[in-house]
């Protein structure tokens, strides 16, 4: 394991950050924090990087404990949300700064330092840009920067804080792809810490989701969106619809209307709980492909690139039912608003007890 | 621009353009002899030399009274803010009455001084304390906006980086505010150079010995000399206007550079 945190726990007046939380990290490993703002991953990220202290608890780096080392000493790459370079130094000493302040019986040689940034702004693409400003670069640039400096201490562990979330949308893509690819060839263990479901899911080999502090649910992308533990780890992973039910005979009871079909129940007995069903999990059809289809009329159609979004009202349930079909089939139904169409939920999760969003 | 101009020039221009025409309204001769008599040179010299070292002292004061205020929050906080600003707003004849006072050998402190047999009124000593008193609130004003404008993960980068507290501030923290402090040193001292309400009660202005040069034009004004009083503050213009020059060029040089 590469790095070990036991029992975390970090209270600031009024809230606890991070409430007793344990992880470990192997080797190589990519790792996303995911949760909403608040819940206390960057606090976590922070206290890996020596830039916070735990309350209770403790980190073991390789092996070695570091809880209590001040953050110089803990040889762990940090790269901001807002990049933080060096605004007074040329790409060149930004990236130069941590081999530069190391004491001088272990510092390299100036040209072996030289050599190990360019070789750096070679990897993140940016060597041509190795005399310039970071006011003369653009977002996107200036984090590619940010990377090569914090790699330039040979870091046990790589930490990134919402690296790409300043970053427009394009962006923020493009960078997140270009990482994967980084991370495959240098295999650093890195985490990083975002609350965009879909960055996690794109790039992390394992994803942590915590809310409130706690650790909800860990596990590969796949496992955590396709199981997910509880009603929020659900909620966050993607959009929803969620209906107020009950659970009878193994049978969701959504309103006035029994649905059937692959229910993952995590409840027996009837019980209140909540439904939820992914937009896109949901059939839309123009014929009644089954006795269980709901009969509902179309309120609004959104054009949202490649899916097209209907907002389906169905007699008996509390809101709207919100559906997601590919362009081709919303071209082939010919749909328009006020159309009747049959409704299929195929895949409705309940989970029990009342969940606010 | 129009009004821009219109202020400038009533409220600058055409005030110091007197003053240079009165200048070289002097014949020459008189002019040169006037600002390079001895007494004329020694309070030159005194005026230079305490403003210097008042902004050196300021210089360090200054920032940290900026860096405690940004960086720390303690009860009392914004009263000692508002007390920064205390010099720009006291008359400075008040200010130096106080000093007078404080410093006299029976003063508070003053007792204090002539057991330790230090002596500040009537001494040098005693102007760059008063200069120190005006100067101040120029280096924190200037520093203080930059420092707070400072993300602290900067700090922090340079930190997980491996570098010390003393190398985050020499490499990271002293760059970024240097032109600022040296904005408010070179303002505090363009003002020192020409204080003259706070200096004249603690100088004693003693011929050749604690007499500034504000106070030789006030002395050459009392004996009619007009000229005279003109060619000595002509000087005085031309040391401030040059401390400008010198500002300007440094800050266009330190902006050039991380452009």
Not at chain 2, 144 to 159: D, H, I, K, R
Request: contains cysteine.
């Amino acid at each position: 394991m590469s790095i070990e945190i036991k029992n975390i726990t970090k209270r600031f007046p009024g809230y606890t950050a991070l409430d007793d939380i344990s992880l470990s990290v192997g080797t190589g490993e990519l790792i996303a924090l995911l949760g909403p703002s608040g819940c206390g991953k960057t606090t976590l990220l922070r206290i890996i990087a020596g830039l916070e202290t735990a309350d209770a608890g403790s980190i073991i780096l390789e092996e070695k404990d570091t809880t209590n080392l001040p953050a110089r000493e803990k040889n762990v790459g940090f790269v901001f949300q807002h990049y933080a370079l060096f605004r007074r130094l040329t790409v060149f000493d930004n990236v130069a700064f941590g081999l530069n302040v190391q004491p001088s019986s272990v510092r390299p040689s100036k040209s072996e330092i030289r050599d190990r940034v360019e070789h750096l702004l070679k990897l993140v693409q940016m060597d041509w840009a190795i005399k310039r400003y970071p006011s003369q670069l653009s977002g996107g640039q200036r984090q590619r920067v940010a990377l090569a400096r914090a790699l330039a201490v040979n870091p046990k562990v790589l930490l990134l804080d919402e690296p790409f979330s300043a970053l427009d949308a394009k962006v923020r893509q493009e960078l997140r792809r270009w990482l994967r690819k980084l991370h495959d060839d240098i295999h650093v263990t890195s985490i990083f810490v975002t609350h965009d479901q879909e960055e996690a899911l794109e790039l992390a080999d394992r994803i942590v989701v915590i809310n409130k502090g706690k650790i909800e649910q860990q596990g590969s992308p796949q496992e955590v969106y396709d199981h997910p533990a509880n009603a929020f780890v659900y909620n966050f992973l993607g959009n929803v619809n969620v209906f107020h039910g009950r659970v009878h005979d193994g049978k969701v009871l959504v309103g006035d209307h029994l649905i059937e079909g692959k229910h993952e129940l995590d409840l027996n007995e009837a019980k209140n709980g909540q439904a939820f069903i992914r937009p896109h999990e949901i059939g839309i059809s123009r014929i009644r492909s089954g006795e269980n289809d709901l009969v509902g009329i179309i309120r609004d159609i959104r054009l949202m690139g490649g899916q097209i979004g209907l907002e389906v009202e169905t007699s008996g349930f509390d809101k709207l039912i919100e559906a997601e079909i590919p362009r081709e089939t919303w071209q082939n139904l010919q749909l328009v608003k006020g159309d009747e169409v049959f409704i299929t939920l195929d895949r409705v999760r309940v989970f029990s007890g009342e969940y606010d969003i | 621009m129009g009004y821009t101009v219109f202020y400038l020039s009533a409220i600058v221009i055409v005030p110091l353009s007197t003053l240079v025409f009165g200048a070289f309204r002097m014949d020459p001769q008189a002019f040169i002899s006037t600002v390079t008599s001895p007494r004329v040179l020694a309070s030159y010299r005194l005026s230079l030399s305490t403003a210097l070292v008042a902004a050196i002292f300021n210089a360090v004061a200054g920032f940290l009274t900026a860096w405690t205020l940004v960086r720390y929050r303690f009860p009392g906080r914004k009263v000692l803010d508002a007390l920064v600003d205390l010099p720009f707003a006291l008359p400075t004849a008040v200010a130096g009455i106080c000093f007078a006072t404080l410093y006299s050998p029976v003063g508070w402190i003053g007792q204090i001084l002539a057991k330790a047999d230090i002596q500040l009124i009537n001494a040098p000593s005693g102007i760059v304390v008063a200069l120190i008193f005006i100067g101040f609130p120029f280096v924190v004003r200037t520093v203080q906006p930059v420092l707070s404008e400072l993300e602290p993960e900067m700090e922090e980068s340079a930190q997980s980086l491996g570098a010390n507290r003393w190398q985050t501030f020499r490499k990271i923290l002293l760059p970024h505010l240097f032109p600022a402090l040296l904005t408010g040193v070179t303002l505090a001292f363009a003002r020192a150079i020409g204080e003259y309400g706070s200096v004249i009660f603690i100088a004693g202005n003693l011929p050749f010995k604690t007499e500034i040069a504000p106070l030789m034009i006030m002395t050459k004004l009392d004996q009619f000399d007009y000229d005279g009083a003109s060619a000595v503050a002509f000087v005085l213009l031309l040391i401030s206007f040059t401390m400008l020059l010198v500002l300007n060029g440094i800050q266009r040089w330190q902006q050039k550079a991380y452009q």
